[in-house]
């Protein structure tokens, strides 16, 4: 599977922009990086996903290197409710077709938004 | 819209009993995948499901099963719990089975095994 790694935690002022890194070197051309994040005591919740471009939707932006090997979220004014666990996902490709549904997620980036 | 809904939210059982936890999709979503999250790790693959059919597995014991409903809800059901069972039972849903299909989280089942 192809890992990343994501800082342990970070902080961020509120109405800043928070800026999330991730590495995954080992990422295969078909493979999607996804974030999720979650707060506490709650699901995971979806933000955004790329394969080689960069995306921006209402939640945040995902700028994907040329090379695919790194990635970073963007939250471009963070509040005090975005303060949560990120999870950069690398979503696995199989020759079977059994993954669609696997997620594979590490520690994440504790990311605390401070007043 | 509403979310992925699951159903209880929490739950306690004894040692050795069985358990079913259940799961209604986002409306038109026809994939669901069931995660167990221990406490202090993040969600751990157990099942997909898409148009009634297993479609993945993770790396659980037989004791867990589940199924899908012709509405495309789920259930999951595990067997002789154990005290290890003790986690936050998630259901996600998705549109497509596909790589580029996003997977929607619900708020989990809190299951305490004593």
């Known amino acids: 599977d192809a890992k990343t790694t994501q800082p342990t935690s970070m902080d961020c002022a509120e109405g800043r922009a928070a800026n999330l890194p991730c590495n995954h070197s080992?990422?295969?051309?078909?493979?999607?990086v996804y974030w999720y994040r979650q707060i506490h005591s709650q699901g995971p919740q979806y933000i955004i996903h790329?394969?080689?471009n960069n995306e921006t939707n209402e939640m945040a932006s995902l700028i994907i290197t040329e090379d695919r090997k790194s990635s970073t979220l963007i939250l471009p004014h963070a509040t005090l409710r975005d303060t949560a666990v990120y999870y950069c996902i690398v979503r696995v490709a199989n020759a079977g077709g059994t993954s669609y549904g696997k997620l594979t997620f590490g520690q994440g980036t504790i990311l605390t938004v401070h007043p | 819209d509403a979310g992925v809904t699951q159903s209880p939210t929490h739950l306690i059982k004894t040692r050795g009993q069985q358990v079913t936890l259940r799961c209604s999709p986002i409306s038109g979503h026809k994939s669901v995948s069931w995660y167990q999250q221990v406490l202090g790790q993040g969600p751990q693959f157990i099942f997909q499901?898409?148009?009634?059919?297993?479609?993945g597995r993770g790396n659980f014991p037989d004791r867990f099963s589940a199924r899908q409903f012709p509405n495309y809800s789920s259930e999951l059901n595990v067997n002789a719990l154990l005290l290890g069972d003790s986690a936050l039972y998630l259901c996600?849903?998705?549109?497509?089975?596909?790589?580029?299909?996003?997977?929607?989280f619900g708020n989990g089942t809190r299951l305490t095994v004593t």
């Open positions: 790329g394969l080689k």
């Open positions: 996600a849903s998705s549109l497509y089975i596909s790589y580029n299909s996003p997977l929607h």
């Open positions: 080992t990422i295969s051309g078909n493979e999607y």
């Open positions: 499901y898409y148009e009634k059919e297993e479609r």
